[in-house]
């Protein structure tokens, strides 16, 4: 039946391999397609559609492929050529035709008529103009062909029922139903033209691209229910190896933003997943489609694209670090619009976002870094409560940023980094302490000291602000133990800033009682394990914690813990109870002064000279109230060799006293007595207590006690030294000893367990005559 409708001349210059055969062929085709149109044989119409699709557009023959195309939006433009003369108003064979987007109404000259109507979902009804009839429905949803034929013969019936109604031909009336119907006749003809986008043949696809646009121009806003199957072609075309092709799918893709950006019926939430998926393509030229859609929907006032930025914000980023410098352009500017957009906003889904923001913050590409910190920034200014569940995740983005190699990303990684500190939100509020204490944890171990600091210094912020969240649960106090462990290891980090920030934080945790004795027992564990830390660190440590925390109670806990210890390497004793530090330096004239004695001594000189003991330098300026510092350094002093460093220090800094508050009766005083066996009842009293009464305890200390403590503890270090070196050399004799009989060799000590023989006997008591 097509071969009647359409000459077999037409049919065979379709096909031709000349394009201008092909042209004249499809001039024909409009020709007879409207003349079918305007006899309302919608029969034929079909046929001929029909006939083009399946014998010309799938064809195996190239030519019969591209002439296909072209009959085809031949036949679209006979289809809608005449009904665009009455489109917005007019007058045909008497009849008054008024269209407005979804409703035509069609006046006789007897002011009666009938009204189309389309829903947005596709239904299209049928009644009288003037509200007489009810609304029938003709067509539903997706329509098919089927259903088109079904509607236009349940329309001929509702003709013959109100015929009173109709006073124009019905001929009239299936000819506007068929053009408001368009979407029906277009599922006819635009599935193969989007088909042959994917032809081998580069021609075949360049006709494809002029035949859509052919048959764009002429549906218009009908043409939006198929965007999603175009925009995919085109965003293939736009990659296409063929430069013509590009050419004519740059001029098809122009068309098509014409017609969404003016068209009411575009659905950006079907549109989003497809442009969600198509982010992830690398291609420069996809890229740069996917940016000027991006770009020109976002400049329609009706189509919110804001709302829908976390669906695509990730592959914006991406194309940050493209190779291309106008893709990076750009995407640069289609972000800088929507940052703008952002701050003028009321609702913004910032949570979304922000996620994205955090990755890209990572990224190896300069460029995206600086981005990415970029829009933290301004998240952290504008999102307000949105952004507390996310703080965790942010900190965990801008501390490495803080180290940036890149001079303006540390720079706003800084001012991000004060402003996420300086909010004050609470755990009711969804703050999520432990969370953030982990992330600072973790940066604790980055190699830069920057990152290092800034990590101590949400730890100290957080332990300060919310102490009693911290330390209220019992989940958090285990918690509290881990970063401890991670603490302690940072004890030992290169940076004396690093350090004492450390410290700091070691100092204010240990605020509380329970983890006072913690953080002594750590410390002493840590000095044991790891020597190179108590060299290097113990001195600055334990210096700064005694000015953090209580110098009295640290050393008192120190002194506590050390007593049940088997080394006796490392041990620190420092208060202001100079009569017993004098005691118990006279005391080491038993000690073997070698090398390594010699070293801790010199460590104890220069720790003098700190400022931290600048208040003991000071009450040398009172030689008389605080003789027995006096006499305690010079006893020190007694102990060095003369050519030492520390000799010289100690010596410069005793020349210093002034001599003019020197009391004779007090050093006779001080002068006399032996150290070690103070008898019982014996009075004396520590500098600076001129007026207090005389005894053997200070401060609720027992001197004497602790005394024959440390005489103890020395004792048997004396004891143990000595067994060791006896076993060294026991084992370098080891093989003269197999060849003769061993005789019992038993080492007791003296019955009494009194010490050795002291070197100094023969000086007398142990006094230091000043």
Known sequence: MADAVIPTGVLRNLADKLYEKRKNAALEVEGIVKQLAMAGDHEKISTVINLLTHEFTYSPQANHRKGGLIGLAAATVGLTSEAAQHLESGEWCGVSVEWRRAVVHLWSGEGRGVVFLRSAEGEVFLRGAEGEGVWTRLVKPNTSKIAVNEALAHLNNICIKFSRLLVFPLSLLIYFFLIFCSDATLQQIVPPVLNSFSDQDSRVRYYACEALYNIAKVVRGDFIIFFNQIFDALCKLSADSDANVQSAAHLLDRLVKDIVTESDQFSIEEFIPLLRERMNVLNPYVRQFLVGWITVLDSVPDIDMLGFLPDFLDGLFNMLSDSSHEIRQQADSA????????????????????????????????????????????????????????????????????????????????????????????????????????????????????????????????????????????????????????????????????????????????????????????????????????????????????????????????????????????????????????????????????????????????????????????????????????????????????????????????????????????????????????PTGSQFSEDGDLNSDMGTSHSGINFNSRLQQFEQMQHQHRMHVKAQVQLRNSSTSVSKEVQRPQEPHQLSPSSDGSRPSSRSSKKGPGQLQL
Not at 338 to 351: A, H, T
Not at 530 to 557: H, M, P, Q, T
Request: charged letters at 25%.
């Open 335 to 678: 972000l800088s619009e929507f940052l703008q957009e952002i701050k003028n906003s009321p609702s913004v889904d910032y949570g979304r976002m922000a996620e994205i923001l955090v990755q890209r913050a990572a990224s190896p590409d300069e460029f995206t870094r600086l981005t990415a910190i970029t829009w933290i920034n301004e998240f952290v200014k504008l999102g307000g409560d949105q952004l507390v569940p996310y703080y965790a995740d942010i900190l965990g983005a801008i501390l490495p940023c803080i180290s940036d190699k890149e001079e303006k990303i540390r720079v706003v990684a800084r001012e991000t980094n004060e402003e996420l500190r300086a909010i004050q939100a609470e755990p009711a509020e969804g703050f999520d302490v432990g969370a953030i204490l982990s992330i600072a944890r973790r940066q604790l171990s980055s190699e830069w000291e920057a990152t290092r600091i800034e990590a101590l210094h949400w730890i100290s912020t957080l332990l300060n602000r919310h102490r009693a969240e911290v330390t209220a649960h019992l989940s958090v106090l285990i918690y509290l133990n881990e970063i401890f462990d991670t603490l302690l290891k940072a004890l030992s980090d290169p940076s004396d800033e690093v350090v004492l920030l450390v410290i700091e934080v070691h100092a204010c945790i240990a605020k509380d009682p329970q983890h006072f004795r913690q953080l002594v027992v750590f410390l002493v564990h840590n000095f044991r394990i790891d020597n190179s830390l108590l060299e290097k660190r113990g001195a600055l440590i334990i210096r700064r914690l005694c000015v953090l925390l209580d110098a009295k109670r640290v050393y008192l806990e120190l002194s506590t813990i050390l007593e049940g210890e088997s080394d006796l390497d490392f041990a620190c004793i420092m208060v202001q109870t100079y009569q017993h530090v004098s005691t118990v330096i006279q005391s080491l004239v038993e000690e073997d002064i070698n090398v390594k004695f010699l070293v801790q001594l010199d460590k104890l000189i220069r720790l003098l000279e700190t400022p931290t003991f600048a208040y003991l330098r000071l009450q040398l300026l009172e030689p008389g109230r605080y003789t027995w510092l006096l006499k305690a350094l010079y006893g020190l002093l007694m102990l060095l060799p003369q050519q030492s460093a520390a000799f010289k220090i100690l010596r410069t800094r005793l020349k210093t006293i002034p001599s003019y508050s020197f009391n004779g009766e007090q050093f006779k005083r001080t002068s006399s007595g032996n150290p070690y066996s103070l």
